[in-house]
């Protein structure tokens, strides 16, 4: 049983900054991921960004890649994506994930967070 709860979201304009948070609760960490998602009104469930819990290795869609920045905190359980020189592209809501597999295939995760919406306005 794994749960995870988002915040952080919030209204920027272009070129503006916002860090997301997820607090992750989890039996173990060991093998496992945790990535962000975005879904914008009338899209598909995009790739953001991933990390490998035991290593820390992340990595990134290619959309945000030298933007965004993606961390986490072993001893808080709690992961953060640093998000730089914003998009009005960037509006969606923000979830987080936990899961092992591919970690770009948003079906191969087994728990979701309820999301956080992002707004850029230009």
């Known amino acids: 049983q794994v749960h995870l709860v988002e915040s952080g979201g919030g209204s920027v304009q272009a070129g503006g900054s916002l860090r997301l948070s997820c607090a992750i609760s989890a039996r173990s960490f060991s093998g496992y991921r945790a990535a962000w998602f975005r879904q914008a009104p009338g899209k598909e469930r995009e790739f953001v960004a991933a990390i490998r819990w035991s290593t820390g290795n992340t990595e990134y869609s290619d959309s945000v890649r030298g933007r965004f920045d993606l961390s986490r905190n072993s001893a808080q359980n709690m992961m953060s994506l640093q998000m730089n020189s914003l998009k009005p592209d960037d509006t969606a809501v923000y979830f987080c994930?936990?899961?092992?597999?591919?970690?770009?295939?948003?079906?191969?995760?087994?728990?979701w967070g309820q999301g956080t919406q992002v707004t850029v306005s230009s």
């Open positions: 994930a936990f899961g092992w597999g591919n970690p770009r295939r948003s079906n191969e995760y087994d728990a």
